[in-house]
Protein backbone atom coordinates (compact mmCIF):
# COMPACT_ATOMS: atom_id res chain seq x y z
CA UNK A 1 0.00 0.00 0.00
CA UNK A 2 1.19 3.49 -1.21
CA UNK A 3 2.42 5.72 2.08
CA UNK A 4 3.95 8.73 3.07
CA UNK A 5 4.73 9.12 6.43
CA UNK A 6 6.12 12.80 7.66
CA UNK A 7 8.61 13.20 10.95
CA UNK A 8 10.82 15.91 12.64
CA UNK A 9 7.90 18.40 13.43
CA UNK A 10 8.46 20.23 16.75
CA UNK A 11 8.69 23.74 18.56
CA UNK A 12 11.66 25.73 18.20
CA UNK A 13 12.23 29.57 18.90
CA UNK A 14 12.90 32.04 16.34
CA UNK A 15 15.82 31.61 14.13
CA UNK A 16 16.12 28.00 14.73
CA UNK A 17 15.97 25.61 12.41
CA UNK A 18 14.61 22.02 12.24
CA UNK A 19 14.61 19.24 9.07
CA UNK A 20 11.22 17.18 8.00
CA UNK A 21 11.35 13.92 6.84
CA UNK A 22 9.15 12.65 4.06
CA UNK A 23 9.46 8.78 3.74
CA UNK A 24 7.75 6.91 0.97
CA UNK A 25 6.85 3.16 1.19
CA UNK A 26 4.66 0.68 -1.07
CA UNK A 27 6.30 2.34 -4.10
CA UNK A 28 9.54 4.32 -5.22
CA UNK A 29 10.31 8.17 -5.40
CA UNK A 30 11.88 7.73 -9.10
CA UNK A 31 9.84 10.01 -11.95
CA UNK A 32 7.66 11.38 -8.94
CA UNK A 33 7.32 15.05 -7.79
CA UNK A 34 6.98 15.40 -4.43
CA UNK A 35 5.81 18.55 -2.94
CA UNK A 36 5.89 19.98 0.97
CA UNK A 37 2.90 22.35 1.96
CA UNK A 38 1.47 23.30 4.93
CA UNK A 39 -1.85 25.09 6.62
CA UNK A 40 -1.46 27.28 9.11
CA UNK A 41 -4.47 27.49 11.40
CA UNK A 42 -7.26 29.17 10.19
CA UNK A 43 -5.81 29.10 6.71
CA UNK A 44 -5.58 27.73 3.51
CA UNK A 45 -3.23 25.05 2.34
CA UNK A 46 -0.65 26.79 0.32
CA UNK A 47 2.14 24.97 -1.59
CA UNK A 48 5.96 25.40 -0.67
CA UNK A 49 8.53 23.51 -2.06
CA UNK A 50 8.60 21.12 -4.70
CA UNK A 51 11.01 18.39 -6.04
CA UNK A 52 11.38 16.41 -9.57
CA UNK A 53 13.06 13.25 -9.08
CA UNK A 54 13.70 12.35 -12.47
CA UNK A 55 15.36 16.14 -13.02
CA UNK A 56 17.05 16.72 -9.43
CA UNK A 57 15.10 20.36 -10.11
CA UNK A 58 13.52 22.16 -6.90
CA UNK A 59 11.73 25.10 -6.20
CA UNK A 60 10.17 27.31 -3.62
CA UNK A 61 7.64 29.33 -2.89
CA UNK A 62 8.92 33.24 -2.16
CA UNK A 63 8.21 33.52 1.63
CA UNK A 64 10.48 30.42 2.00
CA UNK A 65 13.42 30.79 -0.47
CA UNK A 66 16.88 30.95 1.12
CA UNK A 67 15.22 29.53 4.15
CA UNK A 68 14.23 26.47 3.51
CA UNK A 69 15.95 23.74 1.39
CA UNK A 70 14.30 20.77 -0.03
CA UNK A 71 16.60 17.37 -1.02
CA UNK A 72 15.83 13.85 -1.57
CA UNK A 73 17.78 10.34 -0.56
CA UNK A 74 17.00 7.77 -3.35
CA UNK A 75 18.63 5.19 -1.29
CA UNK A 76 16.11 5.83 1.66
CA UNK A 77 13.18 6.83 -0.35
CA UNK A 78 12.92 9.68 1.52
CA UNK A 79 12.52 13.56 0.89
CA UNK A 80 13.80 15.93 3.29
CA UNK A 81 12.86 19.72 4.31
CA UNK A 82 15.52 21.86 5.65
CA UNK A 83 13.71 24.95 7.66
CA UNK A 84 16.53 27.47 8.59
CA UNK A 85 15.74 31.21 9.91
CA UNK A 86 12.15 30.32 10.96
CA UNK A 87 9.54 32.42 11.79
CA UNK A 88 6.64 32.61 13.93
CA UNK A 89 4.65 32.50 10.62
CA UNK A 90 6.22 29.83 9.63
CA UNK A 91 3.93 27.69 12.31
CA UNK A 92 1.52 25.13 10.46
CA UNK A 93 1.06 21.62 9.68
CA UNK A 94 3.67 20.25 6.96
CA UNK A 95 2.56 17.84 4.27
CA UNK A 96 4.17 16.21 1.91
CA UNK A 97 2.49 14.83 -1.09
CA UNK A 98 3.64 13.71 -4.68
CA UNK A 99 2.18 12.26 -8.21
CA UNK A 100 3.86 11.20 -11.19
CA UNK A 101 5.65 13.54 -13.23
CA UNK A 102 8.55 15.98 -13.68
CA UNK A 103 8.10 19.82 -12.83
CA UNK A 104 10.55 22.09 -14.95
CA UNK A 105 8.82 25.76 -12.68
CA UNK A 106 7.19 26.25 -9.60
CA UNK A 107 3.63 26.85 -11.19
CA UNK A 108 3.89 23.23 -11.52
CA UNK A 109 4.38 22.13 -8.20
CA UNK A 110 1.11 21.81 -6.57
CA UNK A 111 -1.31 20.65 -7.95
CA UNK A 112 -3.02 17.54 -8.79
CA UNK A 113 -1.36 15.35 -6.04
CA UNK A 114 -1.98 11.57 -5.77
CA UNK A 115 -0.44 10.39 -2.41
CA UNK A 116 -0.62 12.87 0.60
CA UNK A 117 0.66 11.99 4.18
CA UNK A 118 -1.10 13.13 7.77
CA UNK A 119 1.42 15.92 8.45
CA UNK A 120 3.28 16.98 11.38
CA UNK A 121 3.10 20.27 13.19
CA UNK A 122 5.74 23.04 13.13
CA UNK A 123 5.66 24.97 16.14
CA UNK A 124 7.99 28.34 15.83
CA UNK A 125 7.27 30.29 18.88
CA UNK A 126 9.54 31.40 21.53
Known amino acids: QEQLVESGGGLVQPGGSLRLSCAASGFTLDYYVIGWFRQAPGKEREGVSC????????YYTDSVKGRFTISRDKAKNTVYLQMNSLKPEDTAVYYC???????????????????WGKGTLVTVSS
Open 97 to 115: ATRPGIVVRTAQCFSDMRY
Open 51 to 58: ISSSTAGT
